[in-house]
């Protein structure tokens, strides 16, 4: 399994807290992503990192924001969460390359009551 | 911009049937990549198969291979021989040869009974 983790694996908060996800690679990968998956959407892009503090946003990137400060983390910040974001989230890493695999980490269940 | 269309929301095979699972895509380049995903109940995100649009050999690994009509703009993955590990949510995805991010479709939940 790809060296990539994320924390934590579950939370609840409340609406208006601000919230942190963390995701941390072992791989020395250049590109890291965070996912967003809910019933009937697949997976959705929120912001990726093609580098060290080179972030791009993606397709649904209103409410989050993410940071990048060294190559193995990566952090989703949810800066008043609603129940809205209520979903489970993905870290995946990947090298340069069309064609490489995107690896992914085990997810986050995040509940915002 | 890209879209990856799942229309089969759920699916079902009997053990050891055969079973395919159709994706469609709008883009309008001509080199790109395709992947599915499974995603077992583990949530685990897991790489099934993966082709190469300009490659007109479809992409085949063990039990699992591609249908690839470029110009119709299909994907769909054929499971042979299916097994009850079989059993997951699949997702169809693309992604630009010049591009890093992934477009995933909504995916389609199979179901394999014994």
């Known amino acids: 399994d790809a060296g990539i983790t994320q924390s934590p694996r579950h939370k609840v908060t409340e609406t208006g807290t601000p919230v942190t996800l963390r995701c941390h690679q072992t791989e020395n990968h250049r590109y890291m992503y965070w996912y967003r998956q809910d019933p009937g959407h697949g997976l959705r892009l929120i912001h990726y990192s093609y580098g060290v503090k080179d972030t791009d946003k993606g397709e649904v990137s209103d409410g989050y924001s993410v940071s990048r400060s060294k190559t193995e983390d990566f952090l989703l910040t949810l800066e008043s969460a609603t129940s809205s974001q209520t979903s489970v989230y993905f870290c995946?890493?990947?090298?340069?390359?069309?064609?490489?695999?995107?690896?992914f980490g085990p997810g986050t269940r995040l509940t915002v009551l | 911009a890209q879209t990856v269309t799942q229309s089969q929301p759920e699916m079902s095979v009997q053990e050891a049937e055969t079973v395919t699972l159709s994706c469609t895509y709008d883009?309008?380049?001509?080199?790109?990549?395709l992947f599915w995903y499974k995603q077992p109940p583990s949530r685990q995100m897991i790489l099934v198969i993966r082709q190469e649009a300009y490659k007109q050999q479809n992409a085949t690994e063990n039990r699992f291979s591609v249908n690839f009509q470029k110009a119709a703009k299909s994907f769909s993955l054929k499971i042979s021989d299916s097994q009850l590990g079989d059993a997951a949510m699949y997702f169809c995805a693309y992604r630009e040869t010049s591009g890093s991010r992934l477009t995933f479709g909504e995916g389609t939940q199979l179901t394999v009974n014994p």
């Open positions: 883009t309008s380049e001509s080199d790109y990549y």
């Open positions: 995946a890493i990947s090298g340069q390359g069309a064609g490489n695999e995107q690896f």
